[in-house]
Every structure is written in C-alpha cells, then in structure tokens.
C-alpha cells in the first residue's frame, strides 16, 4: 500500500520524536534513579533498542521508517527516492526529534529549551560515529536484502549492542545528534560537538552503502565458461 508524502513525512516526524523522547527520557530516569553510571547506560541502552523495533515495526510499512538522515542519503544516492523528497524527510526527522527532546523535558517537569554542556570530541569519539553509523546501515541494507522480516530485530539489536562497543555510545544519527545537543542531561552532547559526529555518521554511512551494495550483490548466473570441467562434460 502507498502512502502519500504528508503521511510519510508525519510517520518520520513521529517515529523519530519518539525515538529521541525514549534516548532522552530514559537517559533522565536512569539518572534520577542511580548513580552508577554503567547502570545509568544499561538503564538508556534496552529502552532505546526495545522503541526501536516496535517503531520500524509499525512505521515501516508506512515510511520506511528510517528515522536518520544518514539512512535516507544512503536511499538517496542508491536512487530509491528522490531527491526533493529526502530533504523533505531529512527536515521532518529533524524537527521530529527536537520535539521528543522537548517532550522528554516536559515529562521529567524540566525547562524546555536547554543547552548541551556534555563534550564529546576526539578522534576516538570521531571515529566511533563512523563505526556506529557504518553498522547501522549496513545492517539495515543486508537485512533487506537477506531477511527483510527481521530488519525491525536487527537494528534494535545492533543499536543496544553498538551503546556498548562504541566509544560514542552509538549516536549513529545526525537527527538525533541534533536533538540531544538541546537537553543538557545524560544523553546530551555539545551544540559544537554536533558537525563532527554528523560528518563522521555520513562517511560511516556512505562506506557501509559502498560495501553492502558489493558484498550482497546478486551473483551472477554461472555459464559453461565459469564451471569445472567435469560440470561442463
């Protein structure tokens, strides 16, 4: 079933609001309710794998449920969506994941419009982003092509398990980048912070498209050129 553009992009809004609203506010109550911070991360990570497979989920047939500027360029560049349409997309993600950061102060009784001063920078954290967002599309991409059933499980899992790996804690976003530099809470980062994760999540993003696109290629058909001499006989 095709959905028209408006539905698309408020699906994508929506999805990325609540997406963000469960990083931000999970990130609030697990610090509210400990001051261990490993549990504090575990108390953001299964909360935000666990949103993500019931968004893509319910979304999915809807939008695509992408959520991520990085995911939508990847589409973009491989010819599945035009051009105009993915801006409209990237600009509904955006907006949608700045309003689950508002919604999330709201919940929690804080000021709504707040600053980042949490810093992450660094080549290590620089380079986590690249790592984060490589894994997430090419997670994405292998599951549509291999088990395309399975996509909502797999980046749920990828994204909880990427929490832990990574050195960044897996923004993996450029939307949600944004969104969390204007929450000056756990899950928060640096407004000047943002253009190098949002860089290094883009080049992780097109590497992954590059790669997926030759590793899951479909094989070519085999001629009696290419069998073993005893399978030609």
């Known amino acids: 079933m095709a959905f028209n553009l408006s539905r698309r992009l408020a699906a994508e809004a929506l999805g990325t609001a609540f997406l963000v609203a469960t990083v931000v506010g ?12 490993a549990l504090a991360l575990l108390g953001n990570t299964l909360p935000t794998g ?12 809807i939008s695509g449920a992408h959520f991520n500027p990085a995911v ?5 560049l491989r010819r599945e969506i035009e051009a105009n349409a993915a801006l409209a997309y990237v ?13 999330a102060h709201a919940m929690f009784e804080l000021p709504l419009l707040q600053a980042s001063q949490t810093m992450r920078t660094g080549s290590g954290q620089w380079i986590a982003e690249a790592v984060a967002a490589f894994g997430l599309v090419f997670t994405i ?4 092509r291999f088990r395309p059933e399975g996509v909502p499980w797999l980046v749920g ?20 980048a944004i969104a969390r530099a ?52």
């Open 26 to 37: 999970s990130g609030i109550m697990a610090d509210r309710l400990t001051n261990d911070v």
């Open 50 to 61: 666990a949103i993500l497979v019931v968004l893509i989920t319910i979304l999915g047939p």
């Open 72 to 76: 939508k360029l990847v589409f973009a």
């Open 91 to 103: 600009a509904a993600q955006v907006l949608g994941g700045i309003a689950g950061t508002l919604l």
């Open 141 to 144: 991409l292998a599951g549509l």
């Open 157 to 176: 899992l990828y994204i909880t398990a990427a929490y832990w790996f990574t050195a960044s804690t897996s923004f993996a976003n450029p939307a949600v």
């Open 182 to 233: 204007f929450t000056d809470t756990f899950a928060g980062i640096r407004p000047i912070d943002v253009p190098a994760f949002i860089a290094a999540q883009l080049v992780g993003a097109i590497i992954a498209m590059a790669v997926a696109g030759w590793l899951a290629a479909e094989p070519k058909p085999k001629t009696s050129a290419n069998l073993e001499p005893e399978a030609a006989q």
